[in-house]
Each structure stands twice: as structure tokens, then as C-alpha cells.
């Protein structure tokens, strides 16, 4: 995942031959990522110091679902399991209800929220085979600009938008497939 939205902008003005702004690039991602967003689960973890002396820890900010928690020192030890303990969560934070007996590294599994682009520097959260994803749906922003419009006639404009949504749709296809397939709801205990 090393795509940037700079790259995205090079990949639709080379096909176009024209030049793009950011701020209509960083809009036109943002728009696309709001549509197929909300529908896919990408992986991520993060690490909590977990100590002696404290119950509640800070989660990582693009959490959307914790998926699994899981002691790093036990993993290390031939143990992969996950920590039973209860908790809940409260304003970005996990709360454990008693301390924990020693200092650990406690690993988060989780499904991220995706990133909010404010910049063209933004690095997309999905696979890099899939960034056409968002050159699709920018091809189509650019066939509703009135600029091109004018340009090349409202039928024309039209067609080359369909034809751009219709690239992006199966591309969405198969970011849904990737994405749902590979990752379940939640872990099951029963398969070990």
C-alpha cells in the first residue's frame, strides 16, 4: 500500500493529457472511499504496553472493530490465543475491570476505519492492485466538470462518465471479493 493520491492525479492526467488540482483529486478519492468504504473490513493491528498499574489504554484512532486481542509474550511462548479478560470501550479508550498480574505487550487485531485524504500525499489503506479503483471514479469526476462538458458535448460527456462508473463498479466488485472473503466478521473460537 504505497500509492499515493499523487500518483492516482499522474495516472488521470497522463490518460487525459490535461492537469488536475489536488484539492478536486483529494474530493473526488474522499467521495469514492465514502462509497465503497463503509462495506469493506481492512486489517490492521497496533501494540498497548499493558502494565500493572493501569486499566484503561489508548486505542489506535482508525479502529472500527477490534477482532482479536492477543498477548505477544504468550505468543513468543508457543501460545496463540486469545486474552479472554472483559472489557469495554469508552471514547477511544479500553478498560480492563482489575489489573493485569505482569507487564505485557498486548497486540490489537482490528478492522480500521479508513483514511479521511487531506492531501495528495495520502497513501490509499487499500491493496495498490486495486488503486484503479479510484482513477475510475476520478475519470468519471472529470467527465461532469462543465469545463469538459463544453468541451466535448453532453452525449459525449455522458457516454465516457458511464463508461468510467461501469470500470468503477467492477472494480468496487472486486475490492468487495477481496476484502469479505478475506477477512471474517469475527474470530471463531471453535476452529483451533
Do not use: H
Given at each position: 500500500?504505497?500509492?499515493?493520491?499523487?500518483?492516482?492525479?499522474?495516472?488521470?492526467?497522463?490518460?487525459?493529457?490535461?492537469?488536475?488540482?489536488?484539492?478536486?483529486?483529494?474530493?473526488?478519492?474522499?467521495?469514492?472511499?465514502?462509497?465503497?468504504?463503509?462495506?469493506?473490513?481492512?486489517?490492521?493491528?497496533?501494540?498497548?504496553?499493558?502494565?500493572?498499574?493501569?486499566?484503561?489504554?489508548?486505542?489506535?484512532?482508525?479502529?472500527?472493530?477490534?477482532?482479536?486481542?492477543?498477548?505477544?509474550?504468550?505468543?513468543?511462548?508457543?501460545?496463540?490465543?486469545?486474552?479472554?479478560?472483559?472489557?469495554?470501550?469508552?471514547?477511544?479508550?479500553?478498560?480492563?475491570?482489575?489489573?493485569?498480574?505482569?507487564?505485557?505487550?498486548?497486540?490489537?487485531?482490528?478492522?480500521?476505519?479508513?483514511?479521511?485524504?487531506?492531501?495528495?500525499?495520502?497513501?490509499?489503506?487499500?491493496?495498490?492492485?486495486?488503486?484503479?479503483?479510484?482513477?475510475?471514479?476520478?475519470?468519471?469526476?472529470?467527465?461532469?466538470?462543465?469545463?469538459?462538458?463544453?468541451?466535448?458535448?453532453?452525449?459525449?460527456?455522458?457516454?465516457?462518465?458511464?463508461?468510467?462508473?461501469?470500470?468503477?463498479?467492477?472494480?468496487?466488485?472486486?475490492?468487495?471479493q477481496q476484502y469479505l472473503f478475506r477477512?471474517?466478521?469475527?474470530?471463531?473460537?471453535?476452529?483451533?
Open positions: 500500500m504505497s500509492t499515493t493520491l499523487l500518483d492516482i492525479r499522474f495516472m488521470v492526467e497522463r490518460e487525459f493529457q490535461t492537469s488536475l488540482e489536488n484539492e478536486s483529486i483529494v474530493i473526488w478519492c474522499n467521495n469514492a472511499q465514502s462509497d465503497f468504504g463503509a462495506t469493506i473490513n481492512v486489517p490492521a493491528t497496533s501494540t498497548i504496553s499493558a502494565l500493572t498499574t493501569q486499566l484503561t489504554y489508548a486505542l489506535p484512532t482508525n479502529l472500527k472493530i477490534i477482532t482479536r486481542l492477543w498477548s505477544l509474550t504468550d505468543y513468543n511462548n508457543g501460545i496463540d490465543a486469545p486474552i479472554e479478560d472483559k472489557y469495554r470501550i469508552f471514547n477511544g479508550n479500553i478498560i480492563f475491570p482489575g489489573y493485569f498480574r505482569q507487564a505485557f505487550t498486548l497486540n490489537v487485531d482490528y478492522y480500521k476505519l479508513l483514511t479521511y485524504f487531506t492531501d495528495t500525499s495520502n497513501l490509499i489503506d487499500i491493496d495498490d492492485r486495486y488503486a484503479t479503483i479510484y482513477t475510475y471514479y476520478c475519470k468519471a469526476m472529470y467527465f461532469q466538470m462543465p469545463s469538459v462538458i463544453a468541451s466535448i458535448g453532453d452525449n459525449a460527456a455522458l457516454n465516457k462518465y458511464n463508461s468510467a462508473m461501469a470500470g468503477y463498479e467492477s472494480i468496487k466488485d472486486q475490492v468487495f477477512n471474517e466478521p469475527s474470530v471463531i473460537s471453535e476452529r483451533w
